[in-house]
């Protein structure tokens, strides 16, 4: 059955790729760009040399954090739209700890520092749950709400409290942080490029989060007030809680995430250091069919798609908003896939097709068994 | 300056505010009645700012310039209606899941605006766009005039939508047959009104109302396209619809408060008053999460199956 599941989810996936790359051909076509040689830039571009490899995988680092708390908050039934806000206070919680703290050693300093992150953001995904649990508030809306005012306080803490002295100074004015501590600096994997051990750390919290949902009591109960509100709570599981919590974790992989670019790749709060990837990391999420194990894979196939993106900018003057239209096309295919996923009817015919198709996928077994 | 006049400049200055989310708001009206709650309903307002604008800029040299405005608007209805049934065949007839396939479309019709701009036109360009029309006699009452009276003929419209929506709801039998498959729709379906094509229809005329909304921001208020020229109105709109209670005129008045809300800050800056510029740009989307957590008894009011896909097949 396990087996049959994993074909059919990707046989879907497959097919939901297929569309969403068509329907994007369309868009190609209109604004006078090659489809293939678009997506041949796109896909293939990124990879052309080690530096190229490490860029997408200093994008995946965030993408992956980030999907695996979005991946947390639906399976418990919350949606969580606002990773972007979320990271963003991830990046004022770590860039304040690390400038407050200078004279900390390494050891003390970097772990610190990420914890504050993880802590910004889930204050702020737990603020969402909080209204969702207790007022009812449509979590959709808040979160929504909540990002752009997340990004108002961000651009007014930038150019007000936290501005860069130095930037008085110049009078160039960008609005921008203080450096910050060497310290606080996660390492570099590959010297002379910008890889860093963050990219450790997010396989290890993938790790993490497949234990959390698959493995404790805890994820259990949060993966069944998200299958079914109303029979979890016949159970005895308290659901309201259960959101609550996986708005924390949601938001606190999301404001990892952000300590991550802070210590890791820009190594002082900047503006626009979000770039979208609190919204990349629901379609990464979704990609990944919500498990650990796919959204690992996902979140390097938008960081190739992320800077392919911008390689097509500059190449082929195809503007770069065409990732959030991809993004966009991807959600709605995915979604729409996913009634597929669900219909057993739908199952059942295709897996006979399949098995029509290629017997030896189901030799262990004795014909098809929906 | 004697409080009046500063009554007078904040209520002048609302009316132009509340002309998009009050648009956009009474659409998603119709489709949450009709039981689907679209999120998209922001990337609809962006296709629509789009369109509206870009009709007009492309038409300027040809025959059909006198008419490029009108044809804006058209072109951004027909473009909002075209992804409402986008958006129906998603949650309607695919019944995926509406909040995540909501953003799907919103960052479609954003990303997709934007990437249009950027390939036709480049670089920020204004239109001439629609211009005030003060209403002949009435605009020169005293005080009411200017407040109701001296405004884009798209405001007129927004508040004419009002009652319109209003009768198309509770005074038609279409409205009717919305309304039935928004609360009860086993129940419609069993007395021959067809669900999905009800639904289609809703989503359609949303979407088309989304559209206009975003016309409305391009053409009429900034005369311009950008990619944050709609700034998440979309989404606010959708919250005003919770607000409002699902009545036309809850949502009227959650429009104007929310107007009144934002005119008063800006004319706060005019006044001199020192407040950090970025709490101020804040203080809608703070009203909007109060707003939402005190509306929650609301709920029993609202159409009972909202957000949920209809299965004909499906038992229990």
């Keep these: ?370 | 300056m004697s409080p009046d006049v500063m009554i007078y400049n904040v209520l002048c200055l609302a009316v132009p505010f509340s002309v998009a989310i009050l648009i956009a708001a009474l659409g998603e009206n119709f489709n949450q009645r009709a039981g689907v709650f679209n999120l998209g309903c922001d990337g609809i307002m962006c296709m629509g700012a789009y369109v509206g604008f870009m009709l007009p800029y492309a038409l300027k040299s040809a025959a059909l310039a006198p008419y490029g405005n009108v044809l804006g608007l058209v072109g951004a209805m027909a473009v909002g209606a075209a992804f409402g049934l986008l958006f129906a065949l998603v949650t309607v007839t695919f019944r995926a899941s509406q909040g995540i396939a909501g953003i799907g479309l919103q960052m479609l019709g954003w990303g997709l605006s934007g990437t249009l701009f950027r390939h036709f036109v480049g670089g920020v360009t204004g239109v001439e766009g629609i211009q005030v029309w003060p209403i002949p006699y009435l605009s020169k009452i005293p005080f009411l005039g200017g407040v109701l009276f001296n405004h884009n003929p798209l405001a007129y419209v927004a508040f004419l939508l009002v009652p319109a929506s209003w009768f198309l709801l509770y005074k038609t039998p279409w409205g009717l047959k919305v309304r039935a498959v928004g609360t009860h729709p086993r129940a419609a379906d069993t007395m021959g009104i067809h669900v999905d094509r009800t639904r289609y229809q809703a989503l359609a005329l949303g979407g088309a109302m989304a559209g206009l909304a975003g016309a409305y921001l391009s053409l009429c208020q900034a005369k311009m396209f950008s990619d944050d020229l709609v700034a998440g109105r979309g989404f606010i709109a959708v919250a005003l619809v919770y607000f409002g209670r699902w009545s036309p005129l809850g949502i009227l008045g959650g429009a104007m408060l929310f107007s009144i809300a934002q005119s008063f800050q800006l004319s706060m800056q005019v006044w001199g008053i020192k407040f950090p510029y970025e709490f101020a740009v804040m203080l809608p989307y703070v009203l909007v999460i109060i707003v939402l957590a005190l509306a929650r008894k609301a709920r029993q009011l609202g159409p009972t199956d909202l957000g949920k896909p209809y299965n004909r097949e499906m038992r229990f």
Excluded: C
């Design chain 1, 1 to 370: 059955m396990n087996k049959q599941k994993v074909i059919f989810g990707g046989t879907v996936i497959i097919a939901v790729s297929l569309v969403a790359a068509l329907l994007v051909a369309l868009v190609l076509l209109a604004i006078g760009a090659s489809p293939l040689a678009t997506y041949k830039t796109i896909l293939t571009g990124p990879l052309s040399d080690l530096f190229g490899v490490t860029e997408v995988l200093v994008r995946s680092v965030p993408l992956l954090l980030v999907g695996l708390g979005i991946a947390i908050s639906f399976r418990s039934g919350i949606l969580n739209i606002g990773a972007e806000g979320q990271i963003q206070m991830g990046v004022l919680a770590a860039t304040a700890t690390a400038l407050a703290l200078p004279h900390l050693s390494k050891g003390f300093l970097l772990p610190l520092v990420l914890l504050a992150g993880a802590l910004g953001g889930a204050i702020w995904g737990g603020i969402a749950g909080w209204l969702r649990a207790r007022l009812q508030v449509n979590e959709i809306l808040s979160t929504v709400m909540l990002n752009y005012i997340a990004a108002q306080i961000h651009t007014f803490l930038l150019r007000g409290p936290m501005l860069d002295p130095n930037e008085l100074e110049t009078g160039s004015g960008t609005p921008q942080s203080m450096r910050l501590p060497d310290a606080s600096f996660l390492d570099q994997i590959v010297p002379g490029t910008r890889l860093h051990t963050g990219l450790i750390l997010a396989l290890v919290a993938a790790l993490l989060v497949w234990v959390l949902l698959w493995k404790t009591t805890l994820g259990y109960r949060m993966r069944a007030a998200g299958a079914g509100a109303k029979a979890a709570r016949y159970a005895g599981i308290p659901v309201e809680r259960y959101l609550i919590i996986a708005m924390l974790l949601a938001g606190g992989f999301a404001g990892l995430a952000g300590a991550v670019e802070v210590t890791g790749v820009h190594h002082r709060a900047i503006e626009g250091i979000s770039s979208g990837y609190g919204f990349a990391g629901i379609v990464v999420a979704l990609f990944g069919m919500l498990h650990p194990g796919g959204i690992i894979p996902s979140s390097v196939f938008f960081g190739i798609l992320l800077i392919g993106a911008d390689m097509t900018q500059r190449s082929a003057r195809v503007p770069a908003n065409m990732v959030l239209v991809l993004q966009g096309v991807i959600i709605l295919a995915i979604v729409s896939g996913q009634s597929f996923l669900r219909n057993p009817y739908a199952q059942e015919r295709l897996m006979r097709w399949l098995a029509g198709l290629a017997p030896w996928l189901f030799k262990s077994k004795k014909g098809v068994q929906p």
